[in-house]
Each structure stands twice: as structure tokens, then as C-alpha cells.
């Protein structure tokens, strides 16, 4: 009974280059979130996402952010040319409905990354 | 604009005594509220949740009061115990329509250490 998996854990990547984070949410969950939690800061609301629809992208940063839930596969965001600034966890969450409370929404383990 | 404070970045509280984790919040919108538990290196768990409806929420050695006129939650521990230990973030949805129904607004998180 997987919960949500979230790979890689860690990424060290140099300034400029590419990020890619996967989400692959509960059995049965077709509703994903994003949050990023930069140091000494709560999680902040990225976006939500559908399989193959972007609800709400309202937390994304406008430029080198993207993210997708494809019909079959995870759920990536990707994070081009990143910035020391872009350095954070990146958790993501999934439910069965979008509507949010406690005990309806899961929250992965967390990506870290590293910009140098 | 800081919507949830978490005012207390740490607090550390001699095993087997109460634990009081403080959150404040600005927006009158919201009308649900959420803590959550994190460990290091991992994702948020759900503990504990209140409606606006409601004035306190009780399980187990878990209570949530809500203040709605004050604005003002708190979080009971009771008997605190050393695996207690984590970081807590108070965390907040506004009504349930739209946006409201799956977005959350996170505090920065209290650092509790139960020492035993």
C-alpha cells in the first residue's frame, strides 16, 4: 500500500541546468499538488494538477517552472537554467477528491535540491 | 504577507508534561485548520484537525482549541513524550469553494524538543 512517492530524495544540480522532480501519487488518487518549503520557511502552495490538466498554477513562479500530470505516468515539475534561490524541498501531495482536510490529502517524502 | 504566524520557532518541554504549540492567523476567510507533524528529511503527517464551527478537537493526547474571534489556535500535548519531537506547522484552507476547497496556507513551524 504505497503512499506518495516522490524521487529523486536529493539532486544536486549546478546553476543553469535542468531539474526534473517526480510525483507518483496514492492508488487511487487522481488530484496532485506541489509545495516548496524554502530553509526556515512553512510549504507554500505551487500548483495542482489533474491527470493531463493544470487547475490552479497560481504558486508557480512565471518563468522556468513548469509542471504536468500526464494520462499515464508521474507527475513531474521541472525546473529549467535553476537558481541558488531555487534550493528548497519540494513536497507533493495527492487526494482522491480536491477538496482538502486532514486525513484526505498525503504528503510525499520530499525532494531536496541543491543548487551550486 | 505572512496569513499563518507561528510565532514560537522552537520549544523544548520536560517529558511527560503539556506541550503548547501556538499558531495566529489573519485571514477571516479560513475556516478550516490543520496541524501537521514533520520529522526531518521527511513529509508533513496529518495530526489534527478544526473546523470553524467548532472550538476544540480532541484525540487522544491531541487537542486543538480555536480562538475564530482572536484569530488564535493552539495545539495541546499531553503527556508530552520524546518521540513528540518534530517540527509542527499550523496550516489553514479558506472556505470551501474553489481555490479554497484544496489550497493550504502554512505556518513556519514550531521545532518542539521533548526531553526526557
Known amino acids: 500500500n504505497a503512499g506518495v512517492m516522490q524521487n529523486p530524495r536529493h539532486l544536486v544540480r549546478r546553476r543553469g541546468q535542468e531539474a526534473r522532480l517526480r510525483c507518483s501519487p496514492m492508488k487511487g488518487h487522481s488530484h496532485v499538488y506541489w509545495y516548496r518549503q524554502l530553509p526556515e520557511e512553512g510549504l507554500k502552495f505551487m500548483v495542482y494538477l489533474q491527470k493531463e490538466n493544470i487547475i490552479d498554477e497560481s504558486g508557480m513562479p512565471k518563468e522556468r517552472f513548469s509542471a504536468e500530470f500526464p494520462k499515464e505516468g508521474p507527475s513531474i515539475l521541472r525546473i529549467q537554467q535553476v537558481v541558488r534561490g531555487d534550493s528548497a524541498a519540494y513536497f507533493c501531495?495527492?487526494?482522491?477528491?480536491?477538496?482538502?482536510?486532514?486525513?484526505?490529502?498525503?504528503f510525499g517524502e520530499g525532494s531536496w535540491l541543491t543548487v551550486v | 504577507d505572512q496569513q499563518v504566524k507561528q510565532n514560537s520557532p522552537s520549544l523544548s518541554v520536560q517529558e511527560g508534561r503539556i506541550s503548547i504549540l501556538n499558531c495566529d492567523y489573519t485571514?477571516?476567510?479560513?475556516?478550516?485548520f490543520l496541524w501537521y507533524k514533520k520529522y526531518p528529511a521527511e513529509g508533513p503527517t496529518f495530526l489534527i484537525s478544526?473546523?470553524?464551527?467548532?472550538d476544540k478537537n480532541e484525540d487522544g493526547r491531541f487537542t486543538v482549541f480555536l480562538n475564530k474571534s482572536a484569530k488564535h489556535l493552539s495545539l495541546h500535548i499531553v503527556p508530552s513524550q520524546p518521540g513528540d519531537s518534530a517540527v509542527y506547522f499550523c496550516?489553514?484552507?479558506?472556505?470551501?469553494?474553489?481555490?479554497?476547497?484544496?489550497?493550504?496556507?502554512f505556518g513556519k513551524g514550531t521545532k518542539l524538543s521533548v526531553i526526557p
Open positions: 485571514n477571516s476567510m479560513f475556516d478550516y
Open positions: 478544526i473546523s470553524s464551527i467548532k
Open positions: 496550516a489553514a484552507r479558506v472556505e470551501y469553494s474553489g481555490a479554497g476547497s484544496y489550497q493550504l496556507t
Open positions: 501531495a495527492s487526494s482522491a477528491r480536491g477538496i482538502v482536510t486532514g486525513n484526505t490529502i498525503y
